[in-house]
């Protein structure tokens, strides 16, 4: 009883072993991944930066109340998701055209706009329709 199952381990093994040996390992990548992005302009950045303090500011000031899906706490990752979508490309040196900073922008205005929202009780995207941005943890 005991040879079906060793052969089969075997043969599992041998596949295995003869897959490494024959180039089916990961590519080697020169450079870091992503690549560096360019330089944005220094005003550009400065108003970025303060735009992605002034939506923390504004994401503290949410009242966090149950865990549920629909509480303002349950709701916080939509909001969450527009400060890490320009936060993270400013510290990790992640824009690749100037045209991302106006967008960037807009998804500050965006996120102000749900901060502000979610902390008077409101959140008019969670019913909408069509395509929606929403966040998750």
Avoid: C
Wanted: aromatic share 6%; no cysteine; proline share 9%.
């Amino acid at each position: 009883m005991m040879r079906p199952t060793l052969l089969l381990l075997t043969i599992a093994l041998h596949t295995a072993a003869h897959s490494l040996a024959h180039g089916q390992t990961p590519p080697k990548t020169k450079g870091a991944v992503p690549p560096p992005g360019i330089a944005i302009p220094d005003a550009d950045r400065e108003a970025l930066t303060k735009g992605v303090e002034e939506l923390a500011a504004e994401i503290q000031k949410i009242p966090h109340r149950s865990g549920t899906a629909g509480s303002a706490e349950g709701l916080l990752p939509d909001v969450e998701i527009f400060l890490k979508a320009v936060d993270w490309p400013l510290k990790y040196n992640e824009f690749y055209d100037v045209k991302q900073v106006a967008s960037a922008k807009a998804l500050l205005a965006e996120g102000m706009a749900r901060a502000k929202a979610l902390q008077s009780g409101k959140s008019p995207w969670a019913s909408a329709t069509g395509p929606v941005v929403r966040g998750f943890r």
